[in-house]
Nanobody, 114 residues
Framework: QVQLVESGGGLVQPGGSLRLSCAASGSIFMFNVMGWYRQALGKQREWVAIITSAGVTNYADSVKGRFTISRDNARNTVSLEMNSLKPEDTAVYYC????????WGQGTQVTVSS
């Protein structure tokens, strides 16, 4: 049984910063890829950033230069540092981890508003 638990969401003003964290627990020793996705109200879920077990990262164009993904393989955690937040970043953010199949967290709300 694998469980992903996100934390760190909240309300922030435009231009502000937030840090999301995701802790994985269960029977998986190490996930091949971990990442973050988001889903805004009325829109499809989209990927935001991913990081491999070797530390290779990739970002959606909409967040490149503003968001930074990192992971701690020993603790099976992945984080997303979000800077220069915009109202269009408002969404539920989901943690994802892949090891043979994908696993999802329950999501954490990020609201960027003045």
């Amino acid at each position: 049984q694998v469980q992903l638990v996100e934390s760190g969401g909240g309300l922030v003003q435009p231009g502000g910063s937030l840090r999301l964290s995701c802790a994985a627990s269960g029977s998986i020793f190490m996930f091949n890829v971990m990442g973050w996705y988001r889903q805004a109200l009325g829109k499809q879920r989209e990927w935001v950033a991913i990081i491999t077990s070797a530390g290779v990262t990739n970002y959606a164009d909409s967040v490149k230069g503003r968001f930074t993904i990192s992971r701690d393989n020993a603790r099976n955690t992945v984080s997303l540092e979000m800077n220069s937040l915009k109202p269009e970043d408002t969404a539920v953010y989901y943690c994802n981890a892949v090891s043979g199949r994908g696993y999802w967290g329950q999501g954490t709300q990020v609201t960027v508003s003045s």
